[in-house]
Structure formats: structure tokens, C-alpha cells
């Protein structure tokens, strides 16, 4: 009977395995403290496979930012909005995956531990901001669309996504960073984005038409 193969030996399970190790590690001690020797031995692998794979303790810690941000499956580059019913829905998509992943637990715990090692190892922040940055780019790229496209007016798309970013959110992150309240569920993440969508849109309306010139004389002609 051959043997079955072992599955801990491939490359992804292995993986996988050294960076979970690494956010418990780094949670429990702090990135500073977090040696790669308590991550290999949490991983129960070898220092020298751990750095086989990510090199050093930052790259470590990119990694694991970054692989929670890849599970946002926010969309490269969407099709450019040809109404405003759906500049609405590709919004209020976006906007609720936004919400769902950012505040999902493990990266609220990136996000304090970010906080907490902010002053010792600005490296911390400077990975996660890198994730954070995405969703502004998606964010920035589908406005540009819909300003070229007529739906809404003159701006910076920037601005903008950070307002509408700042509808959507509100004080809710902070709440969560502090444990005073918890994610929030379907409903919640339903109403905020349909709230955020809806003032977003009032505050840049379609513009306006341009005026039909009125030559004089003109007024009395009968309209066709």
C-alpha cells in the first residue's frame, strides 16, 4: 500500500502555516518582540525555511497584511459606468466589501497592532497603508470613469473617494478599534452603503445641461 503524500510538505500549506504563526506571534508580543525564532517555532518549521520564504521578519509581516488584503477581491479594473443607476451599484458594491473586510477581525488586529508599533516600527504602518491604498484606487479610478462618462461633475476623483469613503464609514472603525462595538453585520453593511451611496450622489449631482442661448427676437418664433 504506498504511502499517501504529505500534504504539510507543499509549498502553499507551508506557507500558510509560517504566516498564521507569524500574526499570532505578532499579536501576543508585539512586532519588535516577535523574534523569527517564536514565529519558526510556533510554525514548527525551521528558521531556515522561514527565511526561505520571506527573508526577514518585515517581509513577514507584508506578507500577512497582504494576504488578508487580497481576500477584499476588489475588481483591477471595472468597466466604466455608462448610467448613474450604475455608478450606484458598482459604488455600493465596493463599498460593501469594503466594509465586510476591513472591519473583519484579523485586520482590526493589523490595524492595532499598527497603532501600538507605530513609533518603533513606522514599517508596521507603512505596509498596512500600502493595503489600505488599494481600495482608494479602485475607489479613485471608477469616479475618473464616471466624471469622463458625464455622470458626475468637475472634481478631483481623489477628493471625492475619500468623501464618499468617509459616508460609508463614519465613526464606525474607531468604534471597532476600540472594542466598543463589534463588525457589522449584512443589515448594518446593507444601510450604510445604501445611506453612503444616496448622500455620495446628492452631493455630486449629474451636471447640468448647458443653457439654450436665447437670441433676441428669438422669444416669439414658434418652437418646432
Known sequence: MKKQANVESSPQPLRERILHAAMETFMEHGYVEASTLKIATRAQVSKRELYALFGNK????????????????????LPPPSSREELASMLSRLGATALREVSHPAVMAVFRLAIVEAQRAPEVAVALEAARQSIRTVVHDLLAEAQSAGLIGAGDPGEMGSHYLSLLWGDLMVSILLRIREAPGATEIDRRVGKAVEDFL??????????RRVVPGDRNKPRR
Request: proline share 13%; glycine share 6%.
Open 58 to 77: 518585515q517581509a513577514m509581516l507584508s506578507a500577512c497584511i497582504a494576504d488578508r488584503a487580497g481576500r477584499m477581491q476588489f475588481p483591477g479594473l
Open 202 to 211: 446628492c452631493l455630486y449631482p449629474e451636471p447640468k445641461s448647458p443653457a
